[in-house]
Structures are given as C-alpha cells and as structure tokens.
C-alpha cells in the first residue's frame, strides 16, 4: 500500500528520489489511532484528535521537497501533530526540532516516535512563533499549520542560503518559500493553495 501511496505522490509531481523513498518507508498507519489504519495510504490528511490533522502524505512531500534536506542538515519543524511530518524528516537523516504547542499531542507523539525508533533532537511542547533560538540557524524551517503571516523569529532563525517553507493564509494558504540570500535578504516564491488547520499564538 505504501508502494502504491509513494506512486501515487510521484504522478501529482513529486520528482526528489529521496523524498519519495522516505514516503515509502516511514509506516504512515502507525500515527493514526488503529480504528482507522484503513485510511492510512490514502492520499488524504485525517484527523489525530484535539482538532489536529495528520497531513496529507503528498503535501508533506511537497513541503519536505521544498526544504531540499541535506543529511545532517539541521530542521525546525512547527506543528509536531502526528509526528509523521518528523519520521519523514528523520528518514532524510536531518537533525529535527520539532515544536508542538498541545500538550497532549506533544507528550503522546513525543513517546510514539521513541517507540518507533525515530530519535529528533529535540521534541518541544511550545509556541512556534517564537521559533527555537537556542538551536539557531537552521538549515530549513517548516511550518505545518496555516499562518495568518510569516512569524518574524523564523526568518531571522534561518541560516544564510537556509529555508523556510511555510503556508500562509487564514482560511487557505499559500505555501511560501523563503530563500534567505543574506543577512538582510530574503527570496520569495509561492507555490499553489492549500489547507491547514490553523498556526494559534499563545497569549501568554
Ligand atoms: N506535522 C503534523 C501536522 C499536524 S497539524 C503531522 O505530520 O501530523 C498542525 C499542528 O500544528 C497541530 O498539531 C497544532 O496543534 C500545531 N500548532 C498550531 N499552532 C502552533 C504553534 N504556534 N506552535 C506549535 N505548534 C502549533
């Protein structure tokens, strides 16, 4: 099924080798409750509880081409959720902070991805908008829930030639690439609408 899911991703577009071996490995029917593990290899996002989706597999393929991960690159993802986004990341062998600001998410993820095997270097319970400064500059960030716009700390986390890949937008978003050319510089592109549940800010 996974084979046939990685298929699938390959005709929408997806075309880094990489990338799509990782959607061929990480066991996508694990980060959803067994209920529903028929639903897993469908390319289809699905709900995790607390209100929380489990991306669609081809748009973390999009997003994670996106951020072009070298081995050993250091990556910030917001929106731990699932974890499935991380296990995709670790399979590219980058060094992955992931931040989750729902406790409970955070805690149930955090012991499914050591069960798994899957070791980030850090998994977080926070708020994303502040990104993770004591493990800046990052390779790439990548922001998995709809930004209403583009969180100031996280530009300035990025490192030189580094990138963040982020959907903004409050009811759609578009996603958007920043390229970050220098210190001042940034390089914009955005590339197709999608839909994510909502980048919340704590107000505390
Ligand atoms: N990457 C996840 C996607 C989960 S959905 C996966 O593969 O399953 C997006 C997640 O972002 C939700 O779990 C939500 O709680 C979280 N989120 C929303 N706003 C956030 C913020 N400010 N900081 C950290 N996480 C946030």
Do not use: W
């Amino acid at each position: 099924m996974r084979n046939k899911l990685t298929k699938l991703i390959a005709t929408k577009g997806i075309k880094d080798e990489a990338v799509l071996n990782a959607i061929k490995k990480v066991p996508r029917h694990l980060f959803l409750d067994s209920s529903f593990e028929d639903h897993a290899y469908q390319d289809k996002a699905f709900p995790i509880g607390a209100s929380q989706t489990i991306s669609q597999p081809y748009t973390v393929a999009f997003q994670t081409e996106l951020l072009q991960v070298k081995p050993n690159a250091s990556i910030l993802e917001i929106g731990t959720g699932s974890g499935y986004q991380t296990a995709v990341l670790l399979e590219l062998k980058a060094k992955v902070y992931t931040i989750e600001r729902q406790q409970g998410l955070f805690k149930k993820t955090k012991l499914l991805l050591g069960k798994m095997g899957y070791r980030p270097k850090k998994v977080i319970f926070g708020d994303g908008y502040k990104g993770l400064s004591e493990a800046a500059p990052f390779d790439g960030i990548i922001v998995t829930a709809g930004a209403p716009s583009v969180p100031k700390a996280l530009l300035s986390q990025l490192k030189i030639g580094g990138r963040l890949v982020i959907p903004v937008g409050s009811v759609e978003q578009i996603m958007t690439l920043y390229l970050r050319k220098s210190e001042k510089e940034f390089e914009k592109q955005e590339l197709g609408l999608f839909r994510f549940v909502p980048m919340l800010e704590d107000k505390n």
